[in-house]
């Protein structure tokens, strides 16, 4: 089970927006990449700001909107007669450089290890490489879970909350890390494994 499979629902919210941007001549590669340049952007713009708290209180409203962004650019390249070669590459490679942008201002914040959250980090992309590669073994995109791109949103959105509202974080929750690492190596194993299963 992922976030993941409530995007459909997600997707009916946004079509007549969508339709609007097609009409005002938006593609689907300018979204993409403006949600790349702002997750980028906000991802430094938090870790220089560290020790300040309040600017994590941005990562959780800017993953909900960047869910949206996401959501529209596959939108408009679907059912709008935007898809391309490049945008292929564009939304996968933009998806996992703004993802490490957004997780890295948590590796500076205690009790937060820089070695776990870099860890996931590096998972994050793997299991995203293994749902790209299902096509090459003859199977789909492969998305599942347990720990996919919108449920890592929904961790580090809720992370970002904590910390900015909250004057210290327990010491428990550095074992987060090492929990969402777990998560990921299963995703990927779930991503191999299923792509397998589809492609024979």
Do not use: C, H
Request: aromatic share 12%; glycine share 8%; net charge positive.
């Amino acid at each position: 089970m992922s976030i993941y499979e409530l995007k459909p629902k997600f997707q009916a919210l946004l079509r007549p927006l969508t339709a609007a941007l097609a009409r005002a001549g938006v593609t689907a590669n300018q979204v993409t990449i403006a949600a790349a340049v702002v997750s980028v952007a906000l991802g430094l713009f938090v870790a220089v700001s560290v020790p300040e708290r309040w600017p994590f209180l941005l990562i959780p409203l800017w993953m909900f909107l960047r869910m949206a962004f996401n959501a529209i650019d596959g939108l408009l390249a679907r059912e709008f007669g935007q898809k391309s070669r490049l945008g292929a590459y564009l939304n996968e490679l933009t998806d996992v450089i703004s993802d490490a942008a957004l997780y890295l201002p948590f590796a500076l914040v205690p009790p937060f290890s820089p070695l776990w959250t870099g860890f996931v980090i590096v998972l994050a992309v793997i299991s995203e490489f293994a749902g790209v590669l299902g096509p090459v073994a003859g199977a789909s995109r492969r998305y599942d879970g347990p720990m996919g791109k919108s449920d890592r949103a929904f961790v580090f959105g809720a992370l970002g909350l904590w910390i900015g509202l909250a004057d210290d974080l327990p010491d428990w929750v550095a074992y987060v890390m090492p929990l969402l690492a777990a998560a990921l190596v299963w995703t990927i194993v779930n991503r191999v494994r299923n792509g397998l299963r589809e492609g024979t």
